[in-house]
């Protein structure tokens, strides 16, 4: 009988938008490592569901295929990286060196705290090709307004375009970054920082 049936009840304790975020966020939690190692083009469908202990089915429900669900990723690293770097920045002292100084290490620690979200930040978003295209443009642009913010004062030696200068600033901090995930010889977590801090002024007229 479906007499005080009710469609909406709840399972082992959870609604049905609890049991899809928990869904989610397994899949969420078994791409951070799967899309990471051995990587995005590796990982199918079948074995993100069995990592995540759901059916392919209840996959389809939380994303719309494997792109979704990496670009769900690469933006919540984004998110979490910056939020990072702006409290770091926020703390910093008034200087434009100890700005720098902060955001740099705040950034680079924070990355390398996980290898699995540097890599997926620096790495398999190189690899996925256009997947995360626009994804990855929005991330860049985001981390040069904050180089732009932080260097806005910085007594500049020659005139130059700001913008296309803290580009230049972000994409050497992310071949930093990829040359200590693929380095046999992997670099301190130091000699990053200060050779990011030593390209951070130099770039921006520091003599």
């Known amino acids: 009988m479906l007499d005080g049936w009710n469609v909406n009840r709840s399972y082992r304790g959870m609604s049905a938008e609890q049991r899809l975020a928990d869904r989610r966020e397994r899949l969420m939690t078994a791409a951070y490592t799967l899309y990471a190692k051995p990587g995005f083009a590796a990982t199918t469908i079948e074995r993100l569901c069995s990592e ?20 769900a990723l690469h933006e919540r690293c984004v998110e979490e990286s910056l939020a990072v770097v702006a409290k770091a920045l926020d703390e910093a002292p008034a ?22 979200r ?69 670099p301190e977590i130091d000699e990053l920082v200060a050779a990011a ?10 003599a």
């Not at 995540?52 to 670009?71: D, K, P, V």
């Not at 071949?175 to 380095?183: A, D, F, K, N």
Request: contains cysteine; proline residues 2%.
């Open 118 to 186: 540097a890599r997926i930040m620096h790495v398999e978003v190189r690899r996925s090709g256009d997947v995360l295209a626009v994804s990855r443009q929005r991330a860049v642009d985001a981390f040069a307004r904050l180089v732009q913010d932080a260097s806005a004062d910085f007594p500049q030696a020659v005139p130059v375009n700001p913008r296309l200068l803290a580009l230049g600033v972000v994409g050497a901090l992310q071949e930093l970054l990829i040359e200590w995930l693929l380095s046999e010889e992997q």
């Open 52 to 71: 995540a202990r759901i059916s392919n089915r209840a996959f389809y429900e939380c994303f719309g295929g494997r792109e979704e669900l990496l670009q």
């Open 197 to 206: 801090v030593h390209i951070f002024n130099r770039s921006l007229g520091d």
């Open 95 to 116: 200087s434009i060196e100890g700005r720098a100084k902060a955001g740099i290490r705040a950034y680079i620690e924070f990355a390398t705290a996980d290898w699995r």
